[in-house]
């Protein structure tokens, strides 16, 4: 079965500095791979996403992941964070297969200090 | 707003009651998602409909779970006799395939804002 690991579960950081949240992924074929963010109040929304090609993906507002396939990761990853990227941040897969369901990852919430 | 809805976006139900949600996708999309998330975890996947179709139900969807969808327009999520541990917020998504029903081919999901639901 698919499961999708964030180890990182609070992450605290001032602007400007930089951020990556990793994610790994437990599937051993083709995968398509997401980030989506939770903004206070707001419902989920994808950051960016993954289905084959360049394995470094931009998304909005500045966010890029990488997938390094014999790692099974896709970390996200952005220069610099300002206060409004306080977030909750999920990392999912879905597998290549027919199947469309996505598994996510348990998040990672982000807070920014100005 | 052409985002999903789901509506109620909060219910409060006594432990054995029977609770009824109900969601709107995206007015083009024929595909649509149900999954449920509890505090401190990501959502987990519930069950999923082409059109009319139900093609997959998770080991999650009890038989006190039901879902419907019968014009492959709007889609009802019923939960029959609640528990506490159904507790939870439970989100809609909705995406456009453009391949047959069961189409390995995979399209972006957009989530609505989730009912949440407490059982006391």
Known sequence: AQSVSQHNHHVILSEAASLELGCNYSYGGTVNLFWYVQYPGQHLQLLLKYFSGDPLVKGIKGFEAEFIKSKFSFNLRKPSVQWSDTAEYFCAVNANTGFQKLVFGTGTRLLVSP | ?120
């Open chain 2, 1 to 120: 707003d052409t985002g999903v809805s789901q509506n109620p976006r909060h219910k409060i139900t006594k432990r054995g009651q029977n609770v009824t949600f109900r969601c709107d996708p995206i007015s083009e999309h024929n595909r649509l998602y149900w999954y449920r998330q509890t505090l401190g975890q990501g959502p987990e996947f519930l069950t999923y409909f082409q059109n009319e179709a139900q093609l997959e139900k998770s080991r999650l969807l009890s038989d006190r779970f039901s879902a419907e969808r019968p014009k492959g327009s709007f889609s009802t999520l019923e939960i029959q006799r609640t528990e506490q541990g159904d507790s939870a917020m439970y989100l809609c998504a909705s995406s456009l395939a453009l391949g047959l029903a069961g189409s390995s081919s995979y399209n972006e999901q957009f989530f609505g804002p989730g009912t949440r639901l407490t059982v006391l």
